[in-house]
Every structure is written in C-alpha cells, then in structure tokens.
C-alpha cells in the first residue's frame, strides 16, 4: 500500500497545476501524480487555438468576453462562475508566464491576441500553433524541480476508493474518497493509493467516437470511476464536435486539428464546388461558434453525399501563416496539401466534453475529499456549448481554487481507513483481447452512427438498445477476468456512452451543441 497526502490522477494542465501549487506551498507533503500514459501525454499537448484571456482593455473587456461565454453556453451557462473565470485570467495566465511557458508577443511584453468563433474581440493567447504542448512543457520541468512529487507514469487508475471498498453503509451525502486503487502496468498489479485529497483530473472522453481530435487517452476512466463513486454527473449530452478536423481517408481514431485560429486568420469555408456556405446558416459565417459550424458542415454533407467540406486558406498572407501555423502547415505539406495552393479537406470530429462531474466554485464534488477539474469536471462555465479556448483557461481557474480550498480542508480530514487490497473479481487472462477491442470499435460505430450532431430518440433508443448488449458483455468479462488498462478502458467507454445516451434523451430541446431533428 502507499501513501500520500495528495494524490492526482492525470498529468495534463487540470493535474500538473493543481500538484505544482499544492507542493509548493507545503513542502513538507507528499503528492503522487499517477497517470496512465506517458507524463506528457494529454489532451493538453495537443491544444492548439491558445487561451481566451481579456489582456487588451480598449479593444476589449471582461463584460465582452462574459457576453460570449454566455452567448456559446445558450442559457445553461453559471453566470457567476462565468464572471469569476473571466476576471481571474489575467492572474493565472501570470503563474504560467512565470513558470516559464512562452506565448506569442508582437512587441516586448505585448501579446499577439488571435480570435476564434464566438468571440467578439482578439483575445487568445498563444504558442505558435502548440499552445498546449509549451504550456505542458513548462508546467513538467517545474513538476521534476518539486522532490515532494512522485509521477507516476503507466499507472492507470481503476476504481476510486470510497467507503463502498470498506463495506461501510452509507448514504450518498457521507461518502468519501480515500485514494484510488492504480494498476502499475510495469508490475501487472494493482496498487492502493491512500490520500486524505484525491484531485481527479482525467480529462476527455473524445475515444467514445470513431473520429476525434483527441489522442488515445481519453477514454473518460476518471468520469466513469467518479459515476460509480455516486458522483453527480451532468451535461454529458453537450459533446462539443469541433468543425475543422483534416479529412484523411481512411483514418480513424485521432485526427488532426485544423485550429480555428486558422478561421480566425481568414480562412474560409468551401463545398466541393468552390461555393463559400457558412453565410447562409450565420452572420458570423465561419466565425459562428462550433455548434453552428459544425451542424452547418454536416447538414451540407448530408445534402451533398460528400465526405469533406474545404478550408480555403489559399487567399492568405503565407509568410504570416506559416509563422503562425507552423505545425499545421507542416501536417498539410506531409500528407500532400499546400495550403498557399490546395484547399485542406476537413470534417467535424468529436473534441470537447462540456459536461461531466459536477463541481462546486472551488472543484470539490459531492463525494468528500474529490476534487475534480479540468475536462473531466462540470463547473457550469460551458453552459451547453464551449466557448473557443476557454478549456485551458477553466482548467488553470479551478486548478487553482480546488487547491485554495484544499489548502483549508486538508487539516479538517482524520485519520484514514486501512481499506482491502484490490480483490481481483477474475483471475484469468482474457484468451482473446481482440474481444476487447471488437467491443470498443462497436461502441465507438454506435455513438458515430446514431449519437453524433444530430440526434433523434430513434437513432438514441437504438443505440442504447445495441449498447445494452456490449454492457453485459464487458462486464461479463470484468467478472472472468483480470483487469487490464484496454478492459478498464472499455468499460469506462461503455458508462461514458450511455450517459451520454441517456441525458440526451431526457433533453427535449435543441440548445447549444446538442441538436435533436424531434
Ligand atoms: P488532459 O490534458 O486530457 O489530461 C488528462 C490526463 O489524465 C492525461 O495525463 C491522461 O493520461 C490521464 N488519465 C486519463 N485517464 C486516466 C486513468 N485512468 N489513470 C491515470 N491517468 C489517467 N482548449 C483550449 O482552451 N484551447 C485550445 O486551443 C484547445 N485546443 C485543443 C486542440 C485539441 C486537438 C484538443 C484535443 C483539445 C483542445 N482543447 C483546447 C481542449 C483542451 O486541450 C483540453 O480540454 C484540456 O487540455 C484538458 O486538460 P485536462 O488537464 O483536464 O485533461
Ligand atoms: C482550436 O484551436 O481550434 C481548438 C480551440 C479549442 O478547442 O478551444
């Protein structure tokens, strides 16, 4: 068994910052960062767009960016959490220049502020077209200089522990968490983790779908795991599906992002015959926030039977766009498109979850002494609908308060329970994993092919029909067998789509990113 005082479960922003501030104001407390890949591996290395921050107080305003916030979030935004996000950027945004991340300047000390849909103002804070990837570098050598921080990597964690593993009764209201039982994938074997404060910062659940923006991690373990600790978990219906992703045929699983600071730059929305469209769904045209842009490219797809739509970019300054979109431009040139001359083909793919586990102001969820933030939180800043670069900014927020008040909590936790070693429900190993990755493909075809951008209780009763089998399927499996990161993963793939299925169909409206044709 170890322990530790803190114990965090990912090592992408949420994580990194919430562990970098808890063990710098108190050296003298352990703090074990368990993570399931490798420690840079995360939806944050891929963020690309940058960070929403009001930096510019003429062209802009925190009212302005509030307003957007709101607008995106279609009435189900928490206007008071919206407020405070926004006026606390300036103030997180310096904690991460200080640590040594780098953003974009035009001049010594004034920075290149790029726009996105929804917003009204330039207003997003950037690194070339690496955001993410500067943000997590710096973040991590700052971790490697704390010696009271373990990271722990290729450990996956499975179960949260809760008075459920003691055989306590309880009540929802007094359930707590106590750490989490970890498989280290070195050793095969699965570990206790005791923690008086567990901050659950897994992330997304892009790999619900064939095609997302998202890299293999994100499988929503930390969402599921909180779901079966009796967590609230809500808003799972709002799946942001971002318009832009490359087209390349025949790919599946994570697909490249075409960042819409490109349509931010100019670019502009095609259909195969050259025609601009965007105009006819949104004055903004293909500046309207995701959710319109990406009904739009989809309801054109359907129309025409086309696989992609276009980004023209062919009219831009090169020598600018180069500079800006280094990355992009280098992933266009590899797969034989040169975006001075060719037009890029792009299709929605799934990229951001707007729900998941709800949270107070300062990231605490109903379950005592779990933290939760980053992606795999619900704050109530989404509303229905993201705005563009908001994600690193709530995860820097509430990275920061989730570590206030645990500051203020910490001493109020008593001594913890010696809970059992992990019990291992099956002994065998699976005789064919392919079963596994059968069931993960069919989970992935039936929320692709009847819970994608537009929804109907036809295509959703469907799928939950067709999941109902899978379900009993991989739990059977989870009885027999023993437990493996890819049959962890599909039963948190399995939880995450029915309660994406299931929230849908209790919705009777369209609002935001979710749609319903009835
Ligand atoms: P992540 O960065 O995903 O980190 C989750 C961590 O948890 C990972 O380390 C993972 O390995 C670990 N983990 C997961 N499950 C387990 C488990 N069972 N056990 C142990 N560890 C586990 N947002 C913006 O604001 N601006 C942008 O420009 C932007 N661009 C984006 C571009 C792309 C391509 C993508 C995919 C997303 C983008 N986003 C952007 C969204 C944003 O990057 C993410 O929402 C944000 O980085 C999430 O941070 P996080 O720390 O919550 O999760
Ligand atoms: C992008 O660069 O288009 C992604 C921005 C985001 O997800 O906020």
Not at 96 to 123: C, P
Not at 151 to 178: G, M, P, Q, W, Y
Not at 401 to 422: A, N
């Amino acid at each position: 068994m170890q322990q530790y005082d803190y114990l965090v479960i990912g090592s992408g922003i949420a994580g990194l910052t919430y562990a970098l501030k808890v063990a710098t104001e108190c050296p003298d407390k352990k703090l074990a960062i368990a993570t399931k890949s490798y420690e840079d591996e995360s939806n944050t290395r891929y963020a690309q767009g940058g960070m929403a921050v009001v930096l510019d107080k003429v062209q802009d305003s925190y009212q302005q960016h509030i307003e957007d916030t709101l607008r995106a979030g279609d009435g189900l935004c928490d206007e008071e959490v919206v407020e405070f996000v926004v006026k606390e950027a300036p103030a997180r945004l310096k904690e991460l220049i200080a640590w040594g991340t780098k953003f974009d300047e035009v001049k010594q000390g004034k920075y290149d502020l790029g726009k996105e849909g929804g917003h009204t103002a330039n207003r997003i804070v950037h690194h070339k077209d690496i955001t993410g990837f500067e943000i997590q570098r710096a973040l991590l050598e700052r971790i490697h200089e704390c010696p009271n921080i373990d990271v722990l990597t290729h450990h996956f964690a499975v179960d949260l522990i809760t008075e459920h593993h003691l055989d306590v009764e309880v009540t929802n209201k007094s359930r707590n968490c106590f750490g989490a039982y970890v498989l280290n994938e070195e050793t095969r074997q699965i570990e206790t983790y005791l923690a008086k404060i567990t901050m659950l910062a897994s992330g997304g659940i892009g790999h619900v779908y064939r095609n997302t923006t998202n890299p293999k991690i994100a499988t929503g373990d930390g969402i599921a795991m909180a779901y079966r600790a009796k967590a609230q978990v809500k808003h799972m219906e709002f799946v942001q599906f971002h318009p832009t992703a490359l087209y390349e045929l025949d790919r599946e699983g994570q697909t490249f992002l075409i960042s819409e600071a490109v349509r931010g730059f100019g670019a502009v929305l095609r259909d195969k015959q050259g025609d601009s469209f965007m105009e006819k769904y949104d004055e903004r045209g293909a500046l309207a926030s995701r959710d319109i842009v990406s009904r739009a490219i989809d309801t054109e797809l359907k129309r025409s039977g086309d696989e992609y739509v276009y980004l023209d970019c062919t009219h831009l300054n090169m020598e600018e766009f180069e500079k800006h979109f280094p990355t992009i431009t280098n992933k266009c040139k590899a797969v034989g498109i040169d975006p001075a001359k060719d037009l890029i083909p792009v299709v929605p793919a799934a990229h951001y979850l707007c729900g998941g586990v709800e949270v107070d102001h300062y990231g605490q969820s109903c379950v005592g002494n779990l933290f939760v933030c980053g992606e795999a939180s619900c704050t109530g800043l989404h509303g229905a609908n993201r705005l563009a670069s908001n994600s690193l900014l709530e995860a820097i927020v509430y990275a920061h308060r989730s570590f206030v008040k645990s500051m203020e909590v910490f001493d109020t936790i008593g001594d913890l329970p010696i809970p059992p070693e992990w019990s291992e429900k099956g002994t065998t190993h699976p005789k064919e994993l392919i079963l596994i990755t059968h069931n993960r493909k069919e989970v992935q075809s039936i929320m692709s092919n009847y819970v994608g951008i537009i929804r109907s209780s036809e295509r959703l009763n469907r799928a939950h029909k067709r999941l109902r089998l899978i379900h009993e399927e991989t739990e059977e499996l989870y009885r027999k067998t023993k437990v493996s990161p890819q049959l962890s993963e599909l039963r948190s793939l399995v939880t995450i789509a029915y309660l994406i299925i299931e929230q849908s169909l209790k919705r009777d409206e369209n609002r935001g990113g979710f749609y319903r044709t009835d």
